[in-house]
């Protein structure tokens, strides 16, 4: 669930990119609720032709990944790819105020999120990632490389410290997540330390590198009116072992025609499950460093914090025991 919240002008917005991008002239603006990070909005220029809009908080590496997206697009020809609309000085984002706002075309249709996936959407996708995981990424060398960093351990420990010295001034949700965390500190700081372990694993491992999306998650899969897949939202893009996307799909029922359908396209890949583990871990301690930060730090309200409050708690306590089955599905899938 997402608010408007973000305190933009959209009539100034609307003017902004009539004067910076390469569109007709745009006559409306909507809010879409969607995204868990930014504010997304629907736009329609004179000639009825919609685009989204995205506005983000100004992230330094946004203009170089909306770059080498257009470049996969244009040059490579992976027309699955939204590329961005460039602005009228040939950028590929615009700063206004402190969002840096992208423009993409606008598909009818649905995220596979929001529909019912099917083995054949399975079979589809498990293609699309497999031709782009084949990109030479030796030609990209300039783009991020992961690191097997936890990026989300000082956001939890701030949580942490939060919640043992809050004061009286609560909510009833800052509450009850600071007494969930006060209760799994032990296992969360335990898990801590088991990233870092994983980590210097990781770094020594022979891996199967190559450009990766970084959130491959249904909710960034298009389906347009005609069928179509596209692949959307590449803020996270990077080099990285191929398990940095395949972990998006390994809970659903067709993962197992999915994995043969990849292996098909790349009979070269190579799996790892330290590294399936690895990225499961990284995702629950992602879920409860971003949904933790909202409800003790977020400026949204009353609604959103209880939005953050229900999708914290499938992460904490950490699921341990459900990751370990769910590691011990993957291998069965991988090797049989």
């Not at 000085?89 to 249709?109: C, D, E, H, R, T």
């Not at 300039?142 to 909510?171: K, M, V, W, Y």
């Amino acid at each position: 669930m997402k608010f408007d919240n973000s305190k933009i002008d959209t009539a100034k917005l609307l003017e902004f990119i009539n004067d910076r991008f390469q569109i007709d002239l745009v006559s409306e603006i909507q809010f879409i609720p969607k995204g868990e990070e930014g504010y997304c909005y629907y736009i329609k220029d004179i000639n009825e032709s919609g685009y989204f809009v995205k506005a983000l908080k100004t992230q330094s590496h946004l203009e170089e990944a909306l770059s080498i997206i257009q470049q996969l697009h244009d040059d490579y020809e992976k027309k699955y790819v939204l590329a961005p609309i460039q602005t009228n000085k040939g950028n590929v984002s615009a700063n206004f105020g402190q969002y840096q706002i992208s423009l993409f075309p606008f598909i009818q249709g649905a995220s596979i999120y929001e529909t019912m996936l099917t083995l054949e959407d399975s079979k589809r996708i498990a293609t699309m990632m497999a031709d782009f995981h084949s990109i030479n990424y030796k030609k990209f060398e300039h783009l991020r490389r992961e690191t097997f960093d936890n990026p989300f351990e000082n956001n939890i420990l701030n949580l942490i410290h939060s919640a043992e010295n809050g004061n009286q001034s609560r909510t009833n949700y800052q509450q009850q997540a600071s007494e969930l965390l006060i209760k799994e500190k032990d296992d969360v700081q335990a898990t801590l330390i088991k990233m870092k372990t994983m980590q210097k694993k990781l770094q020594a491992a022979s891996l199967d590198w190559t450009i990766t999306h970084g959130d491959p998650n249904y909710a960034n899969i298009m389906r347009d009116l005609q069928g179509d897949l596209y692949l959307i939202d590449f803020g996270e893009i990077a080099i990285g072992p191929i398990e940095r996307d395949l972990m998006a799909f390994s809970e659903n029922e067709f993962f197992g025609k999915f994995i043969s359908t990849y292996k098909e396209i790349r009979p070269e890949a190579k799996f790892h499950l330290e590294t399936f583990e690895f990225y499961i871990y990284r995702w629950c301690l992602q879920e409860i460093s971003d949904y933790g930060m909202q409800i003790f730090f977020g400026t949204s309200g009353e609604i959103e914090h209880e939005h953050a409050w229900a999708e914290l708690q499938p992460y904490l306590p950490i699921p341990h025991l459900d990751i370990q089955k769910s590691l011990q599905r993957i291998e069965k899938i991988l090797w049989r």
